[in-house]
């Protein structure tokens, strides 16, 4: 199974918005909303963020959210600030009843 | 609180086999969710292995599932991993983690496909 695809970097000011893509097929992103997007800044365990292509968990700021068109799901974060720098992957359900993860985009902060 | 830790040898030789364990707390396992590993080489990418129920439901990355062996033991409240014939491709950070399904007023879907509770990873090597 071929990983979902992701920018491998994004950057965006304090404040700022930035959107991260997320392409897969109709066999993943495509075909279920078992979309999902983690977080993980260096050095430490991912945390889940987004699930069901735009449900938060309890304690993760509304400045995240998640969509999804087609066969690209998108997660934006408004209000940029410093502690947002980290890693983000994106996953998906697929059809053969596996997961998949993106290969990850770094998001800096200017 | 549920939390997850990982634990595993750190360094294993070439063709050998990498066990690893991860003990729950705060969470009964045999009380439902799914458990799983995931990996990380180094300034890689994240990769699903396996993902298990306690009944003895199980789920693999079909690139690893010649390899890989994942199970639960109730009774110690521990997520194991098992992975044969190692080599250099399988140095990584390993977690385990919850993995969910969601729920909406009372009715849940099938699949629990998101990891919402994650260790903090155990880093094993693979190098003679």
């Known amino acids: 199974q071929s990983a979902l695809t992701q920018p491998p970097s994004v950057s965006g000011s304090p404040g700022q918005s930035v959107t991260i893509s997320c392409t897969g097929s109709?066999?993943?992103?495509?075909?279920?909303?078992?979309v999902s997007w983690y977080q993980q800044p260096p050095g430490t365990a991912p945390k889940l963020m987004i699930y069901e292509v735009s449900s938060r968990p309890s304690g993760v700021p509304d400045r995240f959210s998640g969509s999804k068109s087609g066969n690209t799901a998108s997660l934006t974060i408004s209000g940029l600030q410093a502690e947002d720098e980290a890693h983000y992957y994106c996953s998906s359900y697929t059809s053969s009843n596996t997961i998949i993860f993106g290969g990850g985009t770094k998001l800096t902060v200017l | 609180q549920v939390q997850l830790q990982e634990s595993g040898p750190g360094l294993v030789k070439p063709s050998e086999t990498l066990s690893l364990s991860c003990s729950v707390s705060?969470?009964?396992?045999?009380?439902?969710?799914?458990w799983g590993w995931i990996r990380q080489p180094p300034g890689k990418g994240l990769e699903w292995i396996a993902s298990?129920?306690?009944?003895?439901?199980?789920y693999y990355n079909p690139s690893l599932k010649s390899r890989v062996t994942i199970s639960v033991d109730t009774s110690e409240n521990q997520l194991s991993l098992n992975l044969n014939s190692v080599t250099a491709a399988d140095t990584a950070v390993y977690y385990c983690a919850r993995l969910s399904r969601y729920c909406s007023r009372g009715s849940c879907d099938t699949y629990h496909y998101f990891m919402d509770v994650w260790g903090k990873g155990t880093t094993v090597s693979v190098s003679s």
């Open positions: 109709s066999s993943d992103v495509g075909g279920y909303k078992r």
């Open positions: 298990m129920y306690h009944s003895g439901t199980t």
């Open positions: 705060g969470y009964s396992i045999n009380t439902g969710y799914y």
